[in-house]
């Protein structure tokens, strides 16, 4: 028989792309998903990629002890992997305490369903490079000092250091992937890099003129999420449980990465580009860039896909969804 998973923030980016995956290696896969009136809308990642009939979709609330140990005792995942999270950066400056509810308290209700129903199963926690935030090593690794800049970061550093406190305490399978920047088409459009692809799109075809941003000189490593979905994945076939950074080890500004992104369509971004002040953070992460060295040796992981292609497949798609509309 297969193995199963259960993946909450099944609907984002990365839960769609794992859920591909892991029904790929033949897994059962059940996605944890919040009741919606909207519901058609949040599934439309795993719509987009042809397999929202080939896994199960289980309501529930990551906030919700009850209901997380529900679930775990109904699915009997033999991995858990959670990728739930208020995500956006900006958001976490005007949302603070959701931040913290559900971003860094979610993951130990999700910890806790799991220690109390299934304590053989192996957990992923989905950590962040802003964790890094104002940074102490030119290149940032797994020895690096954490120092978050944003509530979102220090959300995500509590559930990064509570997954460490339930492997250490109860012996639990539990590993962080300390994630570097990672883009698709199915990346929502409040982040940069897909903010900049949807308007080079509607510029191209005419729709609009410019696209306001903010601190263009802030830079990034960046990858794509099929490559890092994969790496979640290499982690819970250890024996042992550990934490892994997944970067490229290459650092790009969103200038360069605008640049790939309107010359894809013959377009020059500083023809296009609006530098909005009130969008730069409160406190901004001047750069990030990851030493992938550790997962590279210990779990033969590499990135595949390079930023070049990435964006231009961001930009494809982009025409693609803004051309339907338009007929």
């Not at 913290?100 to 220690?115: D, H, P, S, Y």
Request: aromatic share 8%; glycine share 6%.
């Amino acid at each position: 028989m297969g193995r199963t998973a259960l993946i909450t923030g099944v609907t984002g980016q990365d839960g769609a792309y794992l859920s591909q995956f892991l029904l790929e290696q033949g897994y059962s896969v059940y996605g944890l998903a919040r009741r919606s009136a909207s519901a058609d809308t949040v599934l439309e990642r795993l719509r987009w990629l042809g397999i929202l009939d080939q896994i199960t979709v289980v309501e529930g609330d990551i906030t919700d002890l009850s209901s997380l140990a529900r679930i775990c005792r109904r699915c009997q995942p033999d991995e858990v992997y959670n990728l739930a999270a208020q995500s956006f950066v900006t958001t976490s400056w005007e949302q603070p305490l959701l931040t913290g509810n559900v971003t860094a308290l979610g993951c130990t209700a999700v910890l806790e369903a799991i220690r109390l129903e299934l304590p053989d199963a192996r957990f992923y926690q989905a950590s962040s490079s802003e964790m890094f935030g104002l940074i102490q090593n030119a290149v940032q690794s797994e020895r690096t000092p954490f120092y978050p800049r944003s509530p979102y970061a220090a959300a995500k550093l509590y559930a990064h250091w509570i997954t460490v406190n339930y492997r250490e305490s109860f012996g639990m399978h539990a590993s962080s992937g300390i994630l570097f920047n990672h883009e698709s088409p199915l990346r929502g459009v409040e982040f940069v890099t897909r903010k900049v692809t949807d308007a080079v799109a509607r510029i191209k075809l005419g729709l609009t003129r410019t696209v306001e941003l903010g601190n263009v000189d802030a830079r990034r490593d960046w990858g794509h999420a099929r490559d890092y979905v994969r790496a979640m994945w290499l982690m819970l076939q250890k024996d042992e449980p550990d934490d892994y950074v997944i970067a490229t080890g290459t650092t790009t500004t969103v200038r360069e990465m605008c640049g790939i992104a309107f010359e894809h369509v013959g377009l020059r971004f500083e023809d296009h580009v609006v530098i909005n002040p009130e969008l730069f953070r409160p406190a901004e992460v001047d750069i990030l860039l990851g030493d992938p060295s550790k997962a590279k040796q210990a779990l033969g992981w590499e990135p595949t896909i390079s930023l070049e292609t990435m964006i231009r497949e961001m930009v494809d798609a982009d025409l693609d969804r803004w051309r339907k509309l338009a007929r």
